[in-house]
């Protein structure tokens, strides 16, 4: 029987995850049992929505960690181990484990993940991973996006919204603003990710005004990261039979109280709008939809016509600091912690 080391909660975070929420643990893991496997963990994607299973207020998805348990969250690892006529060990899998060097845990959990050997590995996580299904699924699937609309979305320079700016135009849309926060995450989002204009949030005092010069003609589809001020200046510009994708609302994960909702929904109905949100996790298990949406992603990626940044951080320690950025906009791009090689 080995041992490694897993992050387990140790206080509900008040504000930004802090260090010393989180403390390492050992934990003895036992030999898999028949149907499971033992995983050496090599990524862990820092997905802002881990943070509200941390909280203590309601309306989670799925149950929250409670206070001595392990943070869970997307894994990308190695199998080491098999009682599983599913996986061999070598298989590359992803799937939804906890914030730990190494797994044993029931084989259906992970899909194995068929590794391009000239990508990083972290790729999976990205661009043929959750940010590059979340971006594709929202746009077209739940956004049905249009040749000719005017696209806004929020948190352009992060990692789903990097991809949504990009997906956004190659899916036929004439305009495409993004929301980002600081004037280099701005420049980025227009000369890296393709938008016609970037507003920063962080320097723009009236953050409906500075949308609407950008997009005079209003907003057709609105690809929703933040919540909170994006999202009502998104309200506020909607044209007729406009969409809201609400894939995000990060603006509120680390806030103790859900804020008050936007002032003006009165607006879907006079534009006879609609907003919906939706959620890559249950997308997994429909393996069709998914391979349907990597394939395409993939030969727009093929085609030389995608930009992306992988923020790596190195190391299991470093996972705290790096979820914390997640909330202060200290990375650019999809945020990784590299565990193991
Ligand atoms: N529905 C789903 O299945 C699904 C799947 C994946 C992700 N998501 C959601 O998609 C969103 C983006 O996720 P990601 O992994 O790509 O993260 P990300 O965009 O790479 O990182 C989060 C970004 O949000 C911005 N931000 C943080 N706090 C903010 C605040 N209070 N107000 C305004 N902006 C703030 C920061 O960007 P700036 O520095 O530019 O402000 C930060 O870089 C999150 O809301 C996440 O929960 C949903």
């Not at 989180?22 to 090599?42: K, S």
């Not at 940010?131 to 789903?160: E, F, I, K, Y």
């Not at 249950?282 to 939809?289: E, K, S």
Request: aromatic letters at 4%; proline letters at 5%.
């Amino acid at each position: 029987m080995g041992v490694c080391r897993e992050w387990r909660l140790r206080a509900v975070p008040r504000g930004v995850l802090a260090a010393d929420d989180l403390a390492l643990a050992d934990v003895a893991l036992p030999q898999p049992a028949a149907g499971e496997v033992r995983l050496r963990v090599l990524r862990l994607p820092m997905d802002p929505a881990i943070r509200m299973t941390l909280a203590s207020r309601g309306g989670n998805y799925g149950a929250g960690v409670a206070v001595g348990s392990a943070v869970r969250g997307l894994v990308l690892g190695r199998v080491e181990a098999s009682r599983s006529p599913a996986l061999a060990v070598g298989d590359i899998v992803s799937g939804f484990g906890s914030w730990s060097e190494q797994i044993v845990g029931d084989a259906a959990r992970f899909a194995p993940v068929s590794v391009r050997a000239d990508l990083p590995l972290s790729i999976h996580t990205h661009v043929l991973g959750t940010s590059g299904l979340a971006a594709l699924h929202g746009l077209a699937d739940v956004g049905a996006v249009r040749s000719g609309d005017s696209v806004l979305v929020s948190a352009a320079a992060g990692g789903v919204g990097s991809l949504a700016c990009q997906f956004a135009r190659l899916l036929g849309a004439s305009r495409v603003v993004g929301i980002a926060g600081g004037a280099e995450k701005c420049r980025i989002a227009v000369e890296r990710y393709g938008c016609d204009a970037c507003i920063d949030h962080r320097a723009a005092p009236d953050l409906e005004a500075a949308l609407r010069a950008a997009l005079p003609e209003g907003v057709d589809l609105g690809f929703e990261n933040v919540g909170g001020a994006p999202l009502q200046a998104a309200l506020a510009l909607l044209r007729p039979g406009a969409r809201i994708a609400l894939c995000g609302m990060i603006a509120e994960y680390d806030a103790a109280e859900p804020a008050p909702g936007p002032a003006n929904l009165w607006n879907l109905i006079v534009q006879r709008a609609r907003i919906e949100g939706f959620r890559v996790a249950p997308l997994l298990a429909d393996r069709p939809r998914v391979d349907a949406l990597l394939e395409r992603i993939e030969g727009w990626l093929r085609a030389g016509t995608l930009q992306y940044d992988i923020d790596e951080r190195d190391g299991f320690e470093a996972v705290p600091q790096a979820f914390a950025a997640l909330s202060n906009g200290g990375h650019r791009g999809r945020l990784v912690v590299r565990v193991a090689d």
